[in-house]
Structure formats: structure tokens, C-alpha cells
């Protein structure tokens, strides 16, 4: 087998777990998506915040210290404590539920009947609001991400894999991190589906997601369901936030996720959960591919929009994307 | 049969202007029609009538364009209508209204009217831009036209109202006006007396009887109240499951075993 | 008491589809027509030109165009920051390529350009509605940002890959370049303006706007009553792009002299605009002025008040600014979804039985 070949291969692989990262985020977008209808352009900003939290915490960081000291032209900017890693996670989820909360009463519960556009642009006002938030709480400079997650390519896959190719095969590169956010990812991923497939929430959430009204008459509570599904999309946002911030640090470029699940759910369908697994599985080896083959002929930096061609192309086939409910329009 | 011929109240009717030849229509495996035959004739009121779930709307859609049958032959003025795009066929003359009422909620009254005349409306872009000149005098004259079928359905009052704060029967109304303001050569109005009291419906079938008599238009309607069907019509398509099972006038429909078993019922004592 | 309606009845058709019915109203806009024409000039200077009127005017075009698009037609786009570059580049490489050639018609002719690429990006709207085709605009969007970023055709090659706006004349008046005067930007853009408002004015009153809202109303009932779906959203996005192109050309040639594509027209660009049609009122000519002046005074208000007021550092201000923005976004969405139009027209109308309250 030719080097060339291999390093297609390695291209591929690489694209696969990117992409399990991306069907990671568009589940979020899936979540919140099929049970109240809004798309969350705030997920990416969501992710961020969890992640810049979830340093603070563990940093002791005081929040809003920059603001007070400007304010009131004093100097403190830690506790001076250090919080463990599994504990700081704890609490920045109990951060993301009372944020859930508070998006719910405050925001979204006044905005039930919308049309779709309206909530897209409420929840851009969201990420914008969550991004001031974010920086004014814990600062706009770029942070690291310590959780003791393993970092660097994985020697011993390199070493078991170079004798394929001949001497010009260096071995499959293949990141440690990357493989446990594929691992972690997929984990989440099955148990999101079967707590929306077989329990009893879930089940309510499903409920939801079909018929507001109908959801309302068997006493299921929305608010609750609500509360839930931004929960549990918060959780979600931790989770990518921990994985994309240990792996390139936590910083704005982060709440640029959302951009990159758009695409993906386009392809999947915005209802499905399988749909945002195939589709991000799909973007992200094409991607990968796309830039590896002909990107290098056409300037590069080919990944900042062929996601969105492909699933453009794919959407004028398919209206519904590849998962999604068939639009039937009847008069 | 295909002559034209004087009614004993006056109006003339006229040759076929429709002619549905062995429609068929599937929504995957469901058959929403099957092999279904008739005309409309000129000048006459057509009407059609079935259990709900027959295929009538469907029917309608498919001499809208909207629907295009799996099999079957559409004719139109003696001439057979290839398969086209629902503006184009409105284009022809053909205009209507819907059961669930669709009309543009974002407009006024009147534009929602004015939007009938769009078949009649021919200025480009580049005159609507500078607006005086040819453009204002095509929005004048039709103005005037509109504002005729204002005049004859009785809506002065809410011309500048926004659709979306009108109640049902006036809504119906304005749809109504719609379809009319394109002068069609053939109407479809869809239940057009669903959801109304009495006296709503007394103004709407006196409207209908009016249009047929005074602008000579073509009317197929489907309606479920047997009252206004077997008054206003000149003739009656009966449907049931997709398939024909009557065709005549009122009284030979209604003396049709096959109808009062599927549908008309046989009045108890 | 001033503001009536009683008496004044009109007495044509055309009377009633003008565009101020009212008297007062067509004194108010007679009114600030003057102002702005003929005191403004004489009074203004390069902060305020360059701060607040010349931005404000140039987004009003984009937002008029973003409007006839989204709020008329019901096509939304979050394509705006590209079409806006496709504006800027076509007027950087007419006004190189001719240099003899008016400012002006380079002006027109870019919004052309725009025009022509707006209806191609455009086509999927006959397949893709809704959400989904906001999505597919973002294609565009990036597409168009990575291509001028990488193609140096539209770059004349420069090492930097930004484009300046060479120095050019209007009547001997400087209106491009580093020498022009702040009233010089500000009058091009008025007149800009003016023509484009007046023409989307025509534009939606008459027939074009029936056929484009009956698309965004109800686009099956749309097409059985006779519009050819094609035909009105193609027209849409080329209306649309067209105004967004022009403004695209003057915000780079008049405004800022010198641009970069992925900072000045990337996506936050197009959402800017966006929050100006939704936050000064979809469907709504007036609303686009309002979004418009709105959304470029605020960060200038705010700046002022926390930086030279409050003599807080300009990162925390910036980080304000976001959260303000946030917060107001999803304030006016969730109290009034009709935008500041909206407000207005109820103002108007309590104005208009003042002082009774009913």
C-alpha cells in the first residue's frame, strides 16, 4: 500500500472523529430543536461558557474581577483556592441547569408561537448577551484547560501502524485527545439516546418535541420539559467545551461551534438524532477529504465553507436532509 | 348533450369547458382517486359532493395544477391541458378558494383582493420602480376593477383592514373576492359555506347565484350542506373512496341508491 | 388634535396609495428632507459624518435591501456581509479598471453586479424554505469571503490582500479618499438613500410587493392564484442584493476607504444588518431608517457613556456593549416582534385621537 494512500486513510480517520465531535455539538442543537422548535445559535457561546466557567472554578477565580476592579479600583482576582477537576465539573453543570433556568423563565417561555426566525435571532441576542457575560465574568484572554486528559500523538499507534507503508509511512498519527473526545462523545451520545428513547422524561420530551397542545392535555409540564432540554444541551455544551478547549484552549474561536453544527444538521435533518450523527460523521471526513484532495489546488483553507456547499447541494435533492420528517404541503 | 341549452330560469349553458378523462391520483399507496370521469360545462354550476376523505379536494387540486394525476387526461377548452405549474394555470382562467381559508394574513383587504389581479397585471420591474406613469395607471385601472367586486360582495368597510383581524365569515368573503377578481373562466370554490349560520349562508349562495348569472363564470364547488347543493346546481358529481358513484342532475342523484346509501341517507320517520 | 384624518378624504385612487396619506406626515417628511438637505450639510463635521451619519445612512440602503428580501418577501438571508463584499470588490475593480469613468455609475453598476450574484445564490430558495435556506445563505456567506480572500484577480495582487479606494471626484468635489470632506461622504450617501428608498417604496406598493408578500404569506396559495414562484424570488434577491451591493460599494469607497474582507463583511455583518430589519420592523421601509440608526447609535451611546462618562476601560466597555446588544435583542423580540416600526405606527395611531383615549 502506497504512503499516499495511507495518509488518505489517516485523513479519513481523522475526519471521523472530528465529525463525532461535530455530531456531538449538532445533538445539542437536536435536542432543543425537537422539543421546542428554536435553534439554538447559542449552543457554540453555551459550550464556551461552560468551558471558561469550569477554569474559573477550578482556578478560584473571582468573577467579574476585572469589571470591580476597574469599577471600584481595587486588585483582587483569585479566592486563592484550587477546586478538583471532577468537582469543578459538578458545579459547572449546577451553572448550566440554573442557566437553563433562567433562559427558560425569562426568555423563552414569552416567546412560545414564534415564528422559527424570530427565535434563531432571540437566540443569537442569547450568544451575544452569553459572550459579554462570559467575558466580563471571567475575562476575554485565552485560557488552558487542565482536566488530565491525555494530549499529544499516540506513539504506540504510530509505532504498530509504519510498517504498512514502506519508508516513506511514518505511522498513523492519530491524537490521543482526539480518541477520547470520540470515546467520551460516543458515550454521551448512546446515553442521550436511549434516556430520550426508554425513560420516562425522555419519553415526555418526545411528547413535546411532536405536539405542544397534545403534550399540555396529558400533564406533562413544558416549563419542566424545557428546563430540561437546555439542561441537558448544556451539558452537552460542557462536554464539547471541555473536549474542543483542552485541545486548542478556550477562547472565542469555540463559539464558532455553532456555525459548524448548521451544516451538519442541515444534512441530517434538524429532528433526527441519527441525522446528526450521520451528518456529522459525513462533514467531517468530507472536509477533511475535500481540503486533502483538491483544496491544495484552490488556495486552501477549503474547510471554511464546504461544509455548507455539501450540505447546500445536498438540501436542493433532499429538502428534509437525510433523517428528516418529509415536508408535505398540502392546501 | 354537448349542445348548448337555455335553463327554465334563463341561463344559458354552454359546451364542455372541462373535461376530466380517467383521472387517477396516488399518494404513495394510497389511491385518492380512482379513474374518475366528468365535464363542466359553460355557464353551469358543477357541484361535488361525498363523504369527507372522498377525494374532492384532491380533485380540485388537480384541476388547479397542484396535484398532477398519475393517469388520466385534463382538458380545457376543447383543447388537452399538458401537465403544468399551478400559476400557469391560473393564467388560463382558472381561479378559487380553499377549505382551510388561505388567505395573506400579512395584507390588507384589498391588497389580498389586488393580489387576484395579478394574472391581469403586466408592468415590469423597471416602470414599478419609477411608479408614475404606465405603472400607476395599470394600479388605477385595476384598482377600479377590485373596487367593483368590493362594491358587489358588500366589503367597503374593511378594505384597508389587515385579513388577520377579520372573522371567519368575512374572511370567506374576501377569499371569495379573490378568486373573482381574476374573472375566471371557471371558479372552484372549495366549502365555501363551512363553519356559517343560516343567514351567512343565504348572502353566500345569493353571491354565487349572482356571479354565475351576471359575470357568466363557470362554478365547480364541493359542499357538504345537501340544502344549497341540490338549490344551486345545475349538476352533481358524487364521490365516495376515490371512485365516481353518481353523475346528474340533483333529483337523479338523490334518487341514486348507491349516493343515499354512501352518503345522502334515507330520512327517518 | 393636529394629527387628523377627519376631512381629509381622498378623492382618487392614486391619492389613496400615496405614501404619506396623512397631511401631517407628509409635512413631518417634507420637514426632515429639508433638514437634512440643506442644514445638515453646512453643519456637519468629521466625528459625526464618520461616527454616526455616514454608517447610518449606508446601512439604511443595506437594510432596506436586507428588508425587501426577508421582511417583504420572506426569504431570510444571512448572507448580507457577503454581498456587501461582492459590492465593495466589484466597485474596487470598476473604479481601477476605469478610472475615467463617474463614481457614481461604478456605484450603480456594483449594486449590478450584486444583483446578478444575488439571484444565482438565490436559486435554492425554490427547493430549500424557511430556516433551512437561512442556513444555505451562510454558504454563500462564506463562500463569498473566502473567495476574495484567496482569488488576488480581486485584489489587484496587493501584498496585503485590502483594497483602497483611490481618490475620485464628483462634480470637482472630492467624495472618495483621504481629502474628502465629512459633508462630501455624507451627501453622496443622502442622495443614495433617497433614490434607493424612493424606489423600494414603488417597488412594494405595486405589484412586485403583492406578488412578494404573498410568497412570504402563503407560498402554495401563492403560486394557484398565479405567481410564479421562480420569478418573485429571483426578483427578491436581485432587488435585495442590488440595494446591498450599492451599499456595499459606498461603505467601502466613502466610509472606510480601505477594507479587509473577513473583518468588514463576515458573518457578524450579516447578523448586524439582520438585527436592524427584525429590531426596526420586518416589512417596513421606515423600519430599516429605524433599525438602522438604532443599532449604529447604540454602541456610539454606549461607548460615551461608560468610556468618557464613566471612565471605564474600553474592553470592559466592548464587553458591555455585547451584553447590552444581547439583552435588547431578546427585549424587543419578545415585547414587540414588529420592531420600532411597530411602536411607531401604535404611537401614530394614539396620536391620532389625542387627547381622547379611544
Redesign the interface.
Same mark, same amino acid.
Given at each position: 500500500m502506497s504512503a499516499d494512500f495511507l495518509y488518505g486513510i489517516e485523513v479519513i480517520l481523522n475526519g471521523l472523529m472530528a465529525g463525532v465531535l461535530y455530531a456531538l455539538v449538532a445533538l445539542g442543537f437536536v435536542l432543543i430543536f425537537k422539543a421546542s422548535g428554536i435553534?439554538n445559535y447559542a449552543q457554540g457561546v453555551m459550550a464556551l461558557f461552560a468551558a471558561l466557567t469550569l477554569v474559573g472554578i477550578m482556578e478560584g477565580q473571582v468573577p467579574f474581577s476585572?469589571?470591580i476592579n476597574?469599577?471600584f479600583g481595587t486588585e483582587i482576582h483569585h479566592f486563592g483556592w484550587h477546586v478538583p477537576a471532577l468537582l469543578a465539573i459538578f458545579l459547572t453543570l449546577c451553572v448550566m441547569v440554573a442557566f437553563a433556568w433562567a433562559v427558560q423563565k425569562f426568555?423563552f417561555r414569552?416567546?412560545v408561537g414564534?415564528e422559527?426566525?424570530?427565535l434563531?435571532?432571540?437566540t443569537?441576542?442569547?450568544?451575544?448577551?452569553?459572550? +459579554?457575560?462570559g467575558?466580563?465574568m471571567w475575562g476575554?484572554d485565552i485560557k488552558t484547560l487542565k482536566v488530565g486528559l491525555p494530549q499529544g500523538g499516540s506513539r504506540w499507534i504510530e509505532d504498530m501502524t509504519s510498517g504498512l507503508g514502506g519508508d516513506d509511512f511514518y505511522g498513523f498519527f492519530i491524537d490521543k485527545l482526539d480518541m477520547v473526545a470520540t470515546v467520551v462523545a460516543a458515550i454521551l451520545v448512546m446515553s442521550l439516546i436511549a434516556f430520550a428513547q426508554y425513560s420516562k422524561q425522555g419519553r415526555a420530551m418526545r411528547a413535546v418535541a411532536d405536539d405542544h397542545q397534545a403534550a399540555l392535555s396529558v400533564g406533562i409540564s413544558l416549563n419542566f420539559i424545557w428546563v430540561l432540554v437546555w439542561s441537558l444541551a448544556g451539558l452537552v455544551a460542557l462536554v464539547a467545551g471541555v473536549m474542543w478547549g483542552a485541545k486548542s484552549g478556550v477562547q472565542f474561536s469555540l463559539s464558532l461551534i455553532a456555525?459548524k453544527a448548521?451544516?451538519v444538521?442541515?444534512l441530517g435533518g434538524?429532528t433526527s438524532i441519527p441525522g446528526a450523527i450521520v451528518g456529522g460523521l459525513i462533514i467531517g471526513v468530507g472536509e477533511k477529504l475535500f481540503e486533502y484532495t483538491i483544496g491544495g489546488m484552490? +488556495? +486552501?483553507?477549503?474547510e471554511?465553507?464546504f461544509a455548507?456547499?455539501l450540505?447546500?447541494i445536498f438540501?436542493?435533492f433532499r429538502?428534509q436532509g437525510l433523517f428528516g420528517e418529509k415536508?408535505i404541503?398540502r392546501? | 348533450m354537448t349542445d348548448s341549452y337555455i335553463t327554465p330560469d334563463g341561463r344559458t349553458i354552454g359546451g364542455v369547458l372541462m373535461d376530466m378523462r380517467g383521472i387517477t391520483l396516488r399518494f404513495g399507496g394510497v389511491e385518492a382517486i380512482k379513474n374518475i370521469s366528468f365535464d363542466i360545462r359553460e355557464g353551469e354550476i358543477r357541484a361535488i359532493i361525498g363523504p369527507n376523505g372522498a377525494g374532492k379536494s384532491s380533485m380540485l387540486n388537480v384541476i388547479?395544477?397542484?396535484y398532477h394525476p398519475q393517469d388520466g387526461e385534463v382538458w380545457f377548452r376543447g383543447a388537452k391541458r399538458p401537465s403544468m405549474?399551478?400559476?400557469d394555470?391560473?393564467?388560463q382562467g382558472i381561479?378559487?378558494t380553499?377549505q382551510n381559508i388561505?388567505?395573506?394574513?400579512?395584507?390588507s383587504v384589498l391588497?389580498n383582493i389586488?393580489?387576484?389581479r395579478?394574472?391581469h397585471?403586466k408592468?415590469g420591474?423597471f416602470s414599478?420602480?419609477?411608479?408614475h406613469g404606465a405603472?400607476?395607471r395599470?394600479?388605477?385601472e385595476n384598482?377600479?376593477a377590485v373596487e367593483r367586486i368590493i362594491d358587489f360582495l358588500e366589503i367597503q368597510a374593511i378594505r384597508k383592514t389587515p385579513v388577520g383581524r377579520l372573522p371567519y365569515g368575512l374572511k370567506k368573503r374576501v377569499e371569495l373576492a379573490?378568486?373573482l377578481a381574476?374573472e375566471p373562466k371557471l371558479l372552484l370554490l372549495d366549502e365555501p359555506m363551512a363553519g356559517m349560520n343560516v343567514e351567512e349562508k343565504e348572502d353566500m349562495s345569493r353571491f354565487i347565484l349572482d356571479v354565475n348569472d351576471e359575470f357568466g363564470t363557470t362554478i365547480a364547488l364541493i359542499e357538504h350542506d345537501m340544502g344549497v347543493v341540490m338549490d344551486l346546481s345545475d349538476r352533481v358529481v358524487v364521490m365516495d373512496y376515490g371512485r365516481k358513484i353518481g353523475d346528474g342532475t340533483p333529483d337523479e342523484v338523490r334518487g341514486n341508491q348507491e349516493v343515499i346509501d354512501a352518503y345522502l341517507g334515507v330520512a327517518h320517520d | 388634535m393636529f394629527y387628523r384624518e377627519a376631512g381629509d378624504f381622498k378623492t382618487?385612487?392614486?391619492a389613496d396609495?400615496q405614501t404619506f396619506p396623512i397631511k401631517f406626515d407628509r409635512y413631518r417628511f417634507w420637514a426632515v428632507l429639508a433638514v437634512a438637505y440643506l442644514v445638515i450639510p453646512f453643519i456637519i463635521n468629521d466625528y459625526w459624518a464618520n461616527a454616526i451619519l455616514v454608517p447610518f445612512l449606508i446601512y439604511t440602503i443595506a437594510a432596506i435591501g436586507l428588508n425587501i428580501l426577508?421582511g417583504y418577501c420572506g426569504q431570510?438571508s444571512l448572507g448580507t456581509g457577503g454581498f456587501m463584499a461582492v459590492g465593495a470588490y466589484a466597485m474596487y475593480k470598476l473604479m481601477t479598471s476605469f478610472p475615467d469613468v463617474s463614481v457614481v455609475i461604478h456605484v450603480i453598476l456594483a449594486g449590478g453586479i450584486t444583483a446578478v450574484v444575488g439571484a444565482a445564490f438565490g436559486l435554492?430558495s425554490l /427547493?430549500?424554505?424557511?430556516?433551512?435556506l437561512?442556513?444555505?445563505t451562510?454558504?454563500a456567506q462564506?463562500?463569498l469571503?473566502?473567495l476574495f480572500?484567496?482569488?488576488a484577480w480581486f485584489y489587484n495582487y496587493s501584498a496585503s490582500g485590502q483594497i483602497n479606494a483611490p481618490e475620485r471626484f464628483v462634480g470637482g468635489i472630492a467624495v472618495t479618499g483621504p481629502n474628502t470632506d465629512a459633508w462630501a461622504k455624507y451627501m453622496i450617501c443622502l442622495v443614495f438613500v433617497t433614490v434607493c428608498a424612493i424606489?423600494a417604496r414603488?417597488?412594494t /406598493?405595486?405589484?412586485?410587493g /403583492?406578488?412578494w408578500?404573498?410568497i /412570504?404569506?402563503?407560498d402554495?396559495?401563492?403560486?394557484?392564484?398565479?405567481?410564479?414562484?421562480l420569478q418573485a424570488k429571483l426578483?427578491a434577491f436581485a432587488?435585495s442584493s442590488f440595494f446591498i451591493g450599492i451599499s456595499g460599494a459606498l461603505f467601502f469607497s466613502v466610509y472606510l476607504g480601505a477594507v479587509e474582507v473577513g473583518e468588514a463583511f463576515g458573518?457578524q455583518k450579516s447578523?448586524l444588518v439582520?438585527?436592524m430589519v =427584525?429590531i426596526g420592523g420586518l416589512?417596513s421601509i421606515f423600519g430599516s431608517f429605524a433599525g438602522a440608526g438604532f443599532l449604529v447609535l447604540l454602541p456610539v451611546a454606549l461607548k460615551v457613556i461608560g468610556v468618557d462618562l464613566l471612565g471605564?476601560?474600553t474592553?470592559?466597555v466592548a464587553?458591555?456593549?455585547?451584553?447590552?446588544?444581547?439583552?435588547?435583542?431578546?427585549f424587543f423580540? =419578545?415585547k414587540e416582534?414588529h420592531g420600532l416600526a411597530q411602536f411607531w405606527r401604535i404611537a401614530k395611531e394614539k396620536l391620532r385621537l389625542w387627547p381622547f383615549p379611544y
Open positions: 435553534f476585572h469589571m476597574a469599577i426568555v414569552h416567546l414564534q422559527p426566525i424570530i434563531f435571532m432571540a443569537i441576542g442569547l450568544a451575544y448577551f452569553l459572550e +459579554g457575560m467575558d466580563l476575554s456555525l448548521l451544516p444538521l442541515m434538524f484552490i +488556495g +486552501g483553507a477549503t471554511n465553507w455548507y456547499v450540505a447546500l438540501l436542493v429538502p415536508i404541503e392546501v | 388547479s395544477g397542484f405549474r399551478p400559476y394555470v391560473a393564467r381561479a378559487r380553499f388561505a388567505l395573506f394574513e400579512g395584507m391588497d389586488m393580489c387576484g395579478l394574472t397585471m408592468t420591474i414599478q420602480a419609477i411608479w405603472a400607476q395599470e394600479e388605477v384598482r377600479e379573490r378568486a381574476a | 382618487s385612487y392614486e396609495s426577508t431570510v435554492p /427547493r430549500i424554505k424557511g430556516f433551512y437561512a442556513v444555505a451562510l454558504a462564506f463562500f469571503v473566502w480572500n484567496k482569488v424606489i414603488n417597488l /406598493r405595486g405589484t412586485m /403583492r406578488k408578500m404573498a /412570504r404569506d402563503m402554495i396559495a401563492a403560486e394557484i392564484i398565479g405567481v410564479n414562484p426578483t432587488v458573518i447578523f439582520l438585527f =427584525i416589512g471605564w476601560p474592553d470592559i464587553h458591555l456593549q455585547l451584553v447590552i446588544i444581547g439583552a435588547l435583542i431578546m423580540l =419578545i416582534p
